[in-house]
């Protein structure tokens, strides 16, 4: 069976492209060897459970111990009923031991026969540990999936067994999941309070955090559909892949299946795959929906996630601690959905930047009674005067409705641009955004036929005209245009009439269409 790249549960080395997933998982033997209780983090799709299950097959072809990984999701159901949890975590552990371990390992009856089963996994624990010939190495994945008493029990058993290992209970444990376990306020419906993750489990070594791929590791994965197919990459296309997707795995993964088993087949016409192919590819993807950026997308609709996006969408300067906490900042982050860049606090690589605007304002770009072609002139080009006249006219309409919004309001207007020029850009051409939290503006370009159009949108709270000016020269200097647009937004519409002012500006070599909302 020929190899793949795999967008769908763990790598399996003889059937996916791979990256060894135990050189992405530095000092973890050492914590297993030193009787450690961990946690190892990632945002979904990052390969945590293929590096689990490698690292269990690893230790147990080692001979030392007896590892195991469990999948813990199917007790979050459970909630606070923490005796049907328990029920769940045992039969998770015999059903996991009976698919990956020699059956001389398996639990045997008496280690059900818990004393309560209030405390059943740390009973079931220790007379399963006193059973092996080894000592017991377990690897709990979902763990943060679990939800109030339930997770709770979890981790206070575990810290409850923590003083008899070996011999008595684990060697060595690893929570894993989306989290640290210190960000999360866990709320007991048994003691009516929060109980911070960290006090539970306070016997916890390390957080180890599982990265994205490097430059390097883009190129190594991608190599071997060379050596197996004879597929080649130009070095600029594998630079943009990696820039495209700040090597987060699942996109890495899924740009190559699309470029190499969709899109263009194995081997097109024997050519050598391009940036070019690579931007069609990304833009499938997008306009596709599939399952990983559609679960990014439900998580939009999440008010603490909706805070922090709104922020870093409106160009806000910073985030207000009076409606945005650390803790919202920090379920974002781990999710992936946005990390540190050279500006500060951004979306977390340039397709999630344009999936967010794009799901945000999808309801509204497909119910605009637009049609792209009204906008193409005869020669095929986009007639950019048209697109911005009839929002203009769009806006005086329907502009005081933005601030009704329950969510996104202080992107609202930005979006509500964004979502014209897409419904009309759309099938002809592309956009391609760029903005950050402390940036204060939006920046994007739109591509079509052949020509730029590059846009700066600033709420006029953050306007002032010099810096606005100085920005968007530099914009422009990069996107190689000599006419850009900058349009300035108002919080509300007081007077209709002075909706769509218009003034040029020339500043150095650039022509500035100065537009007020």
Not at 341 to 369: F, H, K
Request: aromatic share 10%; hydrophobic share 40%; charged share 25%.
């Amino acid at each position: 069976m020929k190899r793949f790249f795999n967008t769908a549960g763990p790598c399996v080395a003889e059937r996916h492209y791979t990256i060894d997933p135990l050189s992405r998982l530095q000092g973890v033997m050492e914590l297993v060897d030193q009787q450690k209780y961990f946690i190892l983090h990632a945002s979904r799709q990052t390969g945590r459970s293929t590096t689990i299950i490698a690292l269990m097959d690893l230790l147990n072809s080692e001979g030392k111990y007896i590892a195991l990984y469990v999948n813990v999701e199917t007790a979050q159901p459970f909630r606070n009923d923490v005796e049907s949890a328990n029920e769940v975590f045992m039969s998770a552990i015999d059903g996991s031991a009976r698919f990956y371990l020699p059956e001389a390992y398996w639990p045997s009856q008496h280690c059900f026969q818990v004393n309560s089963m209030q405390e059943g996994l740390s009973d079931f624990l220790s007379y399963w540990c006193a059973e092996l010939p080894k000592p017991l190495v377990l690897f709990i994945d979902e763990a943060d999936a679990l939800i109030g008493d339930s997770m709770l029990s979890l981790l206070r058993q575990i810290r409850a067994g923590y003083n008899q290992r070996p011999k008595g209970f684990p060697h060595a444990i690893a929570l894993i999941g989306l989290r640290d376990l210190r960000d999360y306020r866990i709320y007991s419906d048994s003691e009516k309070r929060y109980v911070l993750g960290g006090s539970a489990f306070n016997i916890k070594d390390k957080s180890l955090v599982m990265k994205g791929f490097t430059l390097d590791e883009v190129r190594t994965l991608y190599a071997q559909h060379t050596v197996e197919t004879g597929q080649q990459f130009d070095p600029a296309a594998l630079d943009l892949i990696f820039e495209q997707t700040q090597g987060q795995p699942w996109l890495v993964n899924a740009i190559g299946r699309e470029l190499c088993f969709e899109t263009h087949k194995v081997m097109p016409e024997g050519r050598t795959i391009v940036p070019a192919d690579v931007y069609r590819a990304v833009e499938i993807l997008i306009q596709r929906r599939d399952t990983h950026l559609d679960q990014l997308s439900d998580k939009l609709t999440e008010p603490r996630i909706a805070r922090v996006v709104d922020a870093i969408l409106g160009g806000a300067g910073r985030f207000d601690p009076g409606t945005i906490s650390t803790e919202d900042v920090q379920y974002a982050i781990d999710l992936g959905l946005i990390a540190q860049g050279p500006n500060g606090l951004g979306i977390a690589n340039p397709i999630y930047r344009e999936v967010v605007p794009r799901e945000l304002t999808y309801v509204e770009q497909v119910s605009l009674p637009q049609n792209p072609a009204w906008y193409v002139l005869p020669n095929g080009k986009l007639d950019i005067e048209k697109v911005l006249e009839r929002f203009i006219n769009f806006y005086k309409e329907n502009g005081e409705l933005l601030t009704e919004r329950e969510l996104y309001t202080e992107s609202a207007h930005h979006l509500s641009f964004m979502a014209w020029l897409q419904r009309i850009v759309n099938g002809g051409g592309y956009i391609r955004r760029e903005y950050g939290l402390g940036l204060k503006f939006v920046d994007l370009v739109i591509e079509f036929a052949d020509e730029k159009f590059a846009f700066e949108l600033k709420a006029e709270r953050h306007f002032k005209q010099a810096d606005a000016l100085e920005q968007i020269a530099a914009y422009a200097k990069r996107m190689n245009v000599s006419e850009a647009y900058l349009v300035v937004f108002r919080r509300r519409m007081t007077d209709p009439d002075i909706v769509g002012i218009r003034e040029k500006i020339q500043h150095g070599d650039l022509l500035v269409h100065l537009i007020w909302m």
